[in-house]
């Protein structure tokens, strides 16, 4: 843990958490972190860091941090540290919740993509400005446990992707984009029933995704409706089909034309449910965990963000 008291700046004394991913994306967030103060320290902020040192361990941060000295959790990392660290607040027994902020430092930054705020100095002057926004978050639940989601929640391609990115690791950024064109040339055929409301859907799918951001991934504009605030969540649903029709509409998720295709479905829900015919993974905010089957529901303006 490291302490900074910034005496300098007008505004009264601010309180902020800073939570560092020293092995989140290009493994940058200390640099990052150094690079931001100043940003601060004009304004008479007093800021403490910590850092991860484990897989989970922005959980532990999340659900075991006293908030009574902060006003806000800041994060230094992706999307996968913001989501740990959002289950453990929400898994706290005491049941409190803190502003959060997101500064970019992961892969894919789906959140800030959102957001427009992709240079870290632009997040920081983002929190400094100290307004928050209230976002929506998904929960979702399966036999065992509970989950919360601030991304999106994905199944069949999207897991099989992640998984195979983690192995092609060497090839940076691009590893995503290679492991989506593998699993297309696969076409593993997943059969399901998904659920919304009282209507069911049957049948072979290549992914089903559940979105509260318009971005996923490393770039790709998934939802291209989505709103993080609007309650609903922006259900995404790509029926099976060929090899050749995979490739062309590939391409197309980065502009957000791919939900024009006829293969595509795209619906605005506050539930839905999917029960696969096996049971399997699932990516949430880019984690692959969890299992299926599972239901999906969102929480209107659940949390707080420095926007």
Sequence with gaps: MTIYTCSTGANKLKNICFIL???????????????VKNTFKKENFYLEHFETEWRGHAYDYGKNLSFDKYDCVCIIGGDGTMHE??????????KRKIPLGLIPGGTGNSFMRDLNCLFPEDAAKRIVSGKIRYIDILKIQNEENVYFCFNV???????AVVEKAEILRWFGKQRYNIAAIW???KNEKRYAKILIGGNEIEGNFGFIMGSNTMHAGNGMK???????????IDLIIVKNS?????????PRIFDGTH????IVQYLKVERFSIIPENNSKLTIDGEVYGSTPINVEVIPKAIEVMV
């Excluded at 020293?22 to 493994?27: F, H, R, S, T, V």
Aim: proline share 5%; aromatic share 8%; net charge negative.
């Design 85 to 94: 660290f959002l289950n453990g607040m929400l898994d706290r027994g005491d």
């Design 242 to 250: 060929s090899r050749i029709r995979y490739l062309s509409l590939f």
């Design 21 to 35: 991913n020293p092995n989140g994306g290009d493994k940058t967030s200390g640099k990052i972190f150094d690079q």
């Design 259 to 262: 939900v024009k295709d006829d």
């Design 183 to 185: 699993e297309i040339l």
């Design 153 to 159: 929640v994905g199944w069949g391609i999207p897991t």
């Design 222 to 232: 998934v939802a291209p409706e989505a709103k993080i605030d609007d309650g609903l």
